[in-house]
């Protein structure tokens, strides 16, 4: 079996900072690509950041510098440094990974259950 498991959300300041972390666990052969995702409420999922396995990044204009995404190969995990956070910033937010299993196989996402964070005064 193949799980992520997602900590660090809770509630913050605006202005404040949080840091989210994901572990891929389970019989993985190969991660790809890395990356978060949020919805807010009555809102669609949008894409906030992601990473490649050489470290190359993207992020939605919205949190460009101030959020900060990384990852560690050897442990496969993916954190996401949000600082400067705004009320805008409050939704879920899910940890996504794109792999292989042991044996073969193609590529597919594999999703976190989901984090709450809440930016208010």
């Known amino acids: 079996q193949v799980q992520l498991v997602e900590s660090g959300g809770g509630l913050v300041q605006p202005g404040g900072s949080l840091r989210l972390s994901c572990a891929a666990s389970?019989?993985?052969?190969?991660?790809?690509?890395m990356g978060w995702y949020r919805q807010a409420p009555g809102e669609q999922r949008e894409l906030v950041a992601i990473?490649?396995?050489?470290?190359?990044?993207n992020y939605v204009d919205s949190v460009k510098g101030r959020f900060t995404i990384s990852r560690d190969n050897a442990k496969n995990t993916v954190a996401l440094q949000m600082n400067s956070l705004k009320p805008e910033d409050t939704a879920v937010y899910y940890c996504?990974?794109?792999?292989?299993?042991?044996?073969?196989?193609?590529?597919?996402?594999?999703w976190g259950q989901g984090t709450q964070v809440t930016v208010s005064s």
């Open positions: 990473i490649t396995t050489t470290g190359t990044t």
């Open positions: 389970g019989r993985i052969a190969r991660i790809n690509a």
């Open positions: 996504n990974a794109i792999l292989v299993r042991v044996g073969g196989g193609a590529y597919a996402a594999y």
